[in-house]
């Protein structure tokens, strides 16, 4: 890292300190961001962290569904999103109407938002799930051997496949274009290459992607496996950020992306600079409407209550 970056980092660190400010960091930050971060982790981790944290501000280093799940969560601390560009694209393809829809139409289907959506449509379903928890929440709200996920079609079907529940994808294509990028070929290339290493997967890939992978997880339970196996050599396959905080806990082992172009820009918008001065000037803040988000909050409380 640059002396300018230490600088910067410095900066932070000690304005954080005057204001009673909390980092919370997701793992697909850029590593100067993760390096000081007060909490590192995955989504269901934040949100958990978010309910604990007596800072008055929160600057969260993530997306907007992510920060709006803090606020909900934590209502009295001022939640600050560094960039609001930072919008999941994956979050707004499960609009509140079409939640209500379903609903509507099958009323004895409980429906399970993924935390990647936006309050509004939370506040439509009966609980939430985020990748580390979404098979435990499907055994916990089945009806009938049924359950409605969206918006990633990816998860739903890994978690029918771990808990043999039918999971009906709502909407039928939604997705995430960094984990699309993935395909078996790129697996295959690299299991050849490098025959003793093993493959691990975020269940935002494909189906085909994830039948190659030796493990399957969200970003901490990714991490979690690459501390625990006596795999020297690991393939990574999610979003490049997670490399960063692999390659700085564990110098010892190799991690191989299972693509350099496996980027994805929202994650990437906040920058030190945009920390910086989103501190110092404490904006931009994150808000929802009082009725949406205490609707919100009962799928989203219901959720933390499921281990992961
Ligand atoms: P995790 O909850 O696994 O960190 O995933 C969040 C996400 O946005 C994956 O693309
Ligand atoms: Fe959304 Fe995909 Fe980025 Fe995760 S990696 S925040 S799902 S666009």
């Keep these: 890292m640059s002396d300018r970056v230490r600088e910067m980092q410095k900066k932070i660190l000690k304005l954080k300190e005057e204001k009673n400010a909390i980092l919370l960091v997701h793992n697909y930050q850029r590593p100067e961001i993760q ?5 590192l982790g995955d ?22 569904f992510m920060a709006e799940t803090a606020h909900i969560l934590n209502p ?6 560094p960039s609001l560009e930072s919008r999941c694209p994956m979050a707004a393809q499960l609009p509140a109407s079409l939640v209500r829809r379903v609903k509507e139409r099958n009323p004895d289907v409980p429906f399970i938002t993924y935390v990647n959506t936006l309050a509004e449509a939370k506040a439509e379903a009966d609980i939430c799930c985020t990748s580390a928890n979404a098979p435990r929440v499907v055994e916990r709200v089945k009806n009938d051997g049924m359950v409605f ?3 990633d079609r990816n998860l739903a079907w890994y978690s029918e496949r771990v808990t043999s529940v039918r999971v009906i994808p709502v909407p039928e294509d939604g997705h995430c274009y960094v984990h699309k990028k993935f395909k078996p070929e790129d697996v295959l290339r690299l299991k050849k290459k490098y025959p003793d290493a093993v493959v691990i997967v975020h269940p935002e890939c494909d189906p085909e992607v994830q039948q190659l992978a030796d493990a399957i997880g969200s970003t901490s339970q990714m991490v979690r496996f690459a501390h625990e196996t006596d795999a020297e050599r690991i393939i990574v396959g999610t979003e490049i950020g997670l490399i960063d905080r692999l390659r700085r806990e564990l110098p010892e082992k190799e991690f191989i992306p299972l693509r350099e172009d496996a980027v994805c820009r929202e ?42």
């Design 35 to 39: 390096e000081i971060a007060d909490f």
């Design 43 to 64: 989504s269901l981790e934040l949100a958990r962290a978010a309910t604990k944290t007596s800072a008055d501000i929160i600057i969260f280093c993530g997306v907007d």
């Design 76 to 81: 009295k601390r001022k939640v600050i999103l």
């Design 149 to 151: 996920m969206g918006p």
């Design 267 to 308: 994650m990437k918008m906040i920058t030190l600079e945009r920390v910086l001065s989103a501190l110092a000037e404490e904006r931009p803040v994150v808000t929802v409407p009082e009725d949406v988000a205490r609707r919100a909050e009962r799928g989203i409380r219901r959720m933390l209550e499921v281990l992961a």
